[in-house]
Structure formats: C-alpha cells, structure tokens
C-alpha cells in the first residue's frame, strides 16, 4: 500500500522531477544570492539592529536546504548522495568564508567573522530541516511497506 503522507509525495516528486525541483531552484538562488553579496551596503535600507545577521542566517539557511537535497539527489557520486549532511555543512562552511573574503573587494562592505557564524548557523539549521525531512520519508516509507 502506497503512503500517502505529504512528506513521501513530496520527496517522490523532488526525486522524479530533480532538474525542476531540485537543480533550477539551486541555480538561481545561488545567482541571486551572489549578487546580493556584491551590493554595496549603503545601498540596503536597514530596519532593526541584527537585521544583517537575521538576513545572513536565513539566506544560508536556504542555500543549506537546496544544496543539500541536491546533493542527496544526485546520481553521479553515491558517497557524496549517501552523506549529503556532511557534504553540505562542510561546502556552507567554506562558501561562507570565501563570501566574506569576497566582500572586501565591495564598496562599503568588509569581512566579518560574525556574518561567517550567521551563515554557519542558517547552514547547520537548513541541514538538520532537511535531514528531518528525509527521516520522516523513510520513517513514512517503512510503515506503508510494513501494512
């Protein structure tokens, strides 16, 4: 008997329809990402006081979750789909330093070691999401298979 849990549809559609699902998603919030980072900062209007923190833990913590069903998704390397959680927390961990070297070279940006931990923390959070959805779906899997 077929599960019909949201978790397990969710997951057979990703993995039916990767290229639309999975990559495309990827592709462009990893581009739109990187231009923001290459905005000057005197051009972003600020509204609280941790505002850049808050923005740098959520928008890690997206890039966390594409990457890492990406990764899971993928076919090429087995090693890399079969431990996606480390694979992804190790990429976000170093994209997050290049990115913040990166600023130094942007006009009224600079590196800041605080970003760095804000986007570890959005990466290390998106990364744990997506390992508790894919749990869930095999959890889901088990019992449909087991009626």
């Known amino acids: 008997m ?10 057979r ?3 039916n329809r990767t290229k639309l699902y999975i990559y495309t998603p990827l592709i462009a919030y990893w581009l739109f990402l990187f231009s ?8 972003v209007p600020i509204l609280f006081e941790i505002q850049d923190k808050v923005e740098h833990f959520l928008a890690y913590m997206v890039l966390a979750v594409l990457l890492n069903f990406t990764l899971h998704f993928q076919r090429r390397i087995e ?8 694979f992804t927390l190790i990429f976000i961990f170093l994209y997050a330093a290049v990115d913040e070297v990166h ?23 998106g990364t744990i999401s997506v390992r508790f959805f894919l749990l869930s779906v095999e959890k889901n899997m088990e019992l449909s298979s087991a009626k």
């Open 13 to 15: 559609k990703f993995k």
């Open 103 to 125: 600023q130094i070279f942007i006009p009224g940006r600079y590196c800041d070691p605080l970003d760095w931990i804000a986007d570890s923390l959005g990466g290390v959070i």
């Open 2 to 11: 077929p599960s019909n849990s949201l978790s397990v549809r969710l997951y």
């Open 79 to 86: 090693s890399v789909a079969a431990k996606s959680f480390l």
């Open 36 to 43: 923001l980072s290459t905005i000057p900062v005197d051009a």
